[in-house]
């Protein structure tokens, strides 16, 4: 079933993306040549701690750490680790998540470590994220979720092709809708599919996670012997995107965004809902 949250379990959500967002700016800050990714992880659970929240990641399915790591060819679920030495030219996308009174908050990036990246890798990150602007616009009161898949796709397939190739839009990982736990129902496609069909009607009160991951290459994935890490099939780098999204009677509010999304949905003609939290 899906969750449909009242106001005040909203105001909540957005008290745990706030802490996301502090997540984020410091793992950014932090990540650096030389860091290990367990570095990263040790950064996150402090930025938890300090604002009294708890990890919606540690402990997940048996998952041993606080934010997920993806280096390169990794699409998601990276384990932070003392081996995986960030250097110079690498990517990593950083997804985190934290609880806040029982509301969960999800979102992740994809970061650049050092300089002197193809400027392939910098279209991919771009073209990544501003795909989940476009979804997170189309997450409009009376669209269905294909709506949302329509217009990632859409932005995605409208880019120039990378000189390397093709931009692959991964199959098996989506978004998901999120509330008092982290994955729920629905789960999103970033791809139309006949088979699914257009999905339930977005309505005041349905939170989404929003999350395109965008390969250089295929769109097809692995998971390798730990049984968290995905990497792409063929070894192309890929790139990871998500914000936790709250769907309100006045528009969108972008949870994990320290301005509620504002600045970007501009662009994209559409409106934001009120902070709930003033």
């Not at 995986?84 to 997804?95: A, E, F, H, N, R």
């Not at 609880?99 to 392939?120: K, R």
């Not at 397939?157 to 008092?180: F, L, T």
């Not at 994955?183 to 009607?201: C, F, T």
Request: net charge negative; with cysteine.
């Amino acid at each position: 079933m899906v969750q449909i949250k009242t106001p005040e379990q909203i105001a909540k959500m957005r008290e745990a993306g706030l802490v996301v967002a502090a997540i984020h700016a410091a793992t950014r800050e932090a990540a650096v040549p030389g860091a290990t990714t367990r570095d990263l992880d040790m950064v996150a659970r402090k930025v938890i701690a300090d604002a009294g929240a708890k990890s919606n990641f540690l402990g997940y399915g048996g998952f041993p750490a606080t934010i997920c790591t993806s280096v390169n060819e990794v699409v998601v679920h990276g384990i932070p680790d003392d081996k995986t030495v960030l250097k110079d030219g690498d990517i990593i996308s950083i997804d985190a998540g934290a609880i806040v009174d029982g509301w969960h908050g999800d979102a992740a990036f994809t970061a650049f470590v050092g300089t002197g990246h193809a400027p392939e890798l910098l279209e991919l990150s771009r073209v990544t994220e501003e795909s989940m602007w476009a979804g997170i616009a189309a997450m409009k009161n009376g669209n269905r979720l294909v709506d949302i898949s329509k217009a990632i796709e859409g932005y995605i397939r409208r880019q120039p092709r990378p000189a390397a190739g093709k931009y692959g839009i991964i199959e098996d990982y989506g978004g998901h809708g999120i509330g008092s736990e982290m994955h729920m129902d629905p789960h999103l496609l970033n791809y139309v599919s006949r088979k699914r069909g257009k999905g339930i009607r977005l309505v005041p009160g349905l939170c989404l996670a929003i999350e395109p991951m965008v390969s250089l290459g295929t769109p097809r994935t692995e998971v390798l012997a730990d049984d968290w890490t995905v990497v792409t099939t063929d070894g192309t780098w890929s790139s990871h995107w998500e914000h936790s999204v709250a769907l309100t009677e006045a528009g969108p509010i972008v949870l994990t965004s320290p301005d509620c999304g504002k600045a970007k949905l501009a662009e994209y003609g559409v409106t934001t809902a009120p902070d709930p939290l003033g």
